[in-house]
């Protein structure tokens, strides 16, 4: 089984570095066209240059692919829209979005000021919505969509000094879970990448021999994975240094208290209990969780 990209069209945000980039050469190589983003700022998002998305776009073309560079910022409405206007006007569609740009301002929750905040949220959050709010009627009319976003161990099991970060990262579980169950009729995956790799985002913080093997080009074939044609849906792959694993949230089958038990009191004496991995399940949707509380209450009251 070969996973190509023939007629397919990609934008990669944040494709002038590090992950960006090795995803932007991976998806050229398997005959993708693709349009490099890069707003060309700096670790913590300040400043702008056009050259890092042209220089890849540079290395698709010397390597006979298709390419086009677009320096939006992925958190600004406008400038968005003229990317994906861009893409339409010259390739017809959009098929796959990677949205992988993104900025850290790392600092301990209290001395972390509340425009960093909103600056990292503003990047990999808002700007990973916007990006594919403006791809999402394409994908709907082309019954087509493969959408990758960003997230990060640190938004999955948390990290020191990295409060903004982590919620924004923690925030990519969420929007791929509703557009998993919107997209779905109309032919669009939705999945979530946690990579770990070796970048100047990530180069002073690991020793050599750690940097060594975590080259995001072992990251990338996870995911092409992920916005192949076979590719699956709302999954959250781990990938670093060619190992790959899945995360996945579980709820624990808990305990239904009523009466005398239905007190701060009886929930602190059933924690036990209610905390118990024996039995927990995936749940597919929000509703579930009610389904499942209002048929255990019933049960529990003998009603049922
Ligand atoms: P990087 O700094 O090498 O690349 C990020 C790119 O995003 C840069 O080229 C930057 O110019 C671009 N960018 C920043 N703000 C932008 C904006 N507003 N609009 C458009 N482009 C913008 O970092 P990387 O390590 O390759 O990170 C890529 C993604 O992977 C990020 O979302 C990061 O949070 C995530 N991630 C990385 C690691 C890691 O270990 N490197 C771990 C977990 C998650």
Redesign the pocket.
């Known amino acids: 089984m070969s996973i190509r990209f023939d007629n397919r069209v990609a934008i990669v ?2 494709g ?5 980039r090795s995803h932007a050469l991976g998806l050229a190589a398997r005959g993708a066209k693709v349009v490099v ?5 700096s ?1 913590d ?1 300040s400043g702008a240059s056009e050259s ?1 998305a042209e220089r890849v776009v540079e290395e698709i073309r010397a390597a006979g692919g298709e390419a086009m560079a677009h320096g ?4 600004n409405e406008e400038q968005v829209a003229d990317m994906v206007a861009r893409a339409r006007d010259t390739w017809g569609r959009v098929d796959i979005v990677v949205n ?4 850290l301002r790392d600092k301990s929750f209290g001395k972390m000021t509340m425009a960093d905040f909103r600056k990292v949220v503003d ?2 959050l808002i ?1 990973s919505a916007t990006v594919t709010h403006a791809c999402w009627p394409l994908m709907r009319e082309q019954q087509y969509g493969r959408i990758v976003l ?5 938004g999955l099991y948390g990290n020191f000094g990295q409060a903004n ?1 982590g919620a924004a ?1 923690a925030a990519m579980m969420g929007l791929m879970n509703v557009l998993h169950l919107e997209g779905a009729r109309d032919n669009i995956r939705v999945n979530t990448l ?9 180069e002073s913080l690991m020793p050599e021999d750690a940097l060594a093997l ?1 080259q ?1 080009e072992t990251i990338t074939p996870g995911l092409l994975y992920l916005v192949s044609e076979d590719a699956p849906s709302r999954v959250i792959l781990g990938a670093g240094a060619g190992a790959f694993a899945v995360t996945k949230v579980y709820e624990t089958l808990g305990a239904t208290l009523t009466g005398e038990e239905l007190t701060a009191e009886g929930v602190a004496a059933a924690f036990g209990r209610i905390s118990d991995p024996e039995g927990q399940e995936e749940l597919t949707q929000a509703f579930a969780q009610t389904q499942k509380y209002a048929r255990n209450a019933a049960e529990a009251r003998g009603l049922k």
Not at 37 to 41: E, H, P, R, V, Y
Not at 72 to 75: E, I, K, L, N, R
């Open positions: 945000t944040g002038g570095a590090g992950l960006g983003n890069d707003l060309g700022a670790v998002g890092a939006a910022d992925v958190s992988n740009a993104g900025i990047v990999h700007g960003t997230s990060s161990s640190s970060y990262k946690a990579p770990t790799a070796a970048t100047r985002m990530t975590l995001p």
